[in-house]
T-cell receptor, first 116, second 113 residues
Framework: AQSVTQLDSHVSVSEGTPVLLRCNYS??????LFWYVQHPNKGLQLLLK??????LVKGINGFEAEFKKSETSFHLTKPSAHMSDAAEYFC??????????????FGQGTTLQVKP | KAGVTQTPRYLIKTRGQQVTLSCSPI?????VSWYQQTPGQGLQFLFE???????NKGNFPGRFSGRQFSNSRSEMNVSTLELGDSALYLC????????????FGPGTRLTVL
């Protein structure tokens, strides 16, 4: 079964400094991996998606993530944090079933705090 | 294209009642998935529908059910509500497969008193 572990439940950075949100996954095959962001009282917004085309994936709002198969990691980074980046971030892996069934498996989330 | 819409956005019910939540997917999307989000359990998969058929189901009791209509709109129903059913219920749609990118609605916040 696929699983996702987000290594930090809470990350605090100062505005203008780099962001690193860590994610490890477990999958028996080459997975599809996602990062979603959730702002308070909002639904989830897709930041980026990995599907084996390139190991470095660029997303929206300056975020990017690198797929490292040897480390089973898919960490999310951003060079310079902005106050509007404060939100909860979810690392997600897809789990495939038979006959086009499947679902997304979510990590527990990382709350990003950005200090002025 | 309009995004995924969910109605109502907020609901307050009492224990023992039942509730129906509605989800309209992005136009052209035929796969609709439902998730429950709580502080303790995080985001958990409820079920997924495609062409009016439930293709996959998560580990929830039978009180949780759903359906999909021919226009791909979906509803989920929770009967005999319990306090622990208080959660944000999120609907997501994708063109065909739930393992592709899913686009989420804003959610329905259910409070059970």
């Amino acid at each position: 079964a696929q699983s996702v572990t987000q290594l930090d439940s809470h990350v605090s950075v100062s505005e203008g400094t780099p962001v690193l949100l860590r994610c490890n996954y477990s999958s028996s095959y080459s997975p599809s991996l996602f990062w979603y962001v959730q702002h308070p009282n909002k639904g989830l917004q897709l930041l980026l998606k990995y599907t084996s085309a390139a190991t470095l994936v660029k997303g929206i709002n300056g975020f990017e993530a690198e797929f490292k198969k040897s480390e089973t990691s898919f960490h999310l980074t951003k060079p310079s944090a902005h106050m509007s980046d404060a939100a909860e971030y979810f690392c997600v892996v897809s789990e495939y079933g038979s006959s086009n069934t499947g679902k997304l498996i979510f990590g527990q989330g990382t709350t990003l705090q950005v200090k002025p | 294209k309009a995004g995924v819409t969910q109605t109502p956005r907020y609901l307050i019910k009492t224990r023992g009642q039942q509730v129906t939540l509605s989800c309209s997917p992005i136009s052209g999307h035929r796969s609709v998935s439902w998730y429950q989000q709580t502080p303790g359990q995080g985001l958990q998969f409820l079920f997924e529908y495609f062409s009016e058929t439930q293709r996959n189901k998560g580990n929830f009791p039978g009180r949780f059910s759903g359906r999909q209509f021919s226009n791909s709109r979906s509803e989920m129903n929770v009967s005999t509500l319990e306090l622990g059913d208080s959660a944000l219920y999120l609907c997501a749609s994708s063109p065909r497969n739930p393992t592709d990118t899913q686009y989420f609605g804003p959610g329905t916040r259910l409070t059970v008193l």
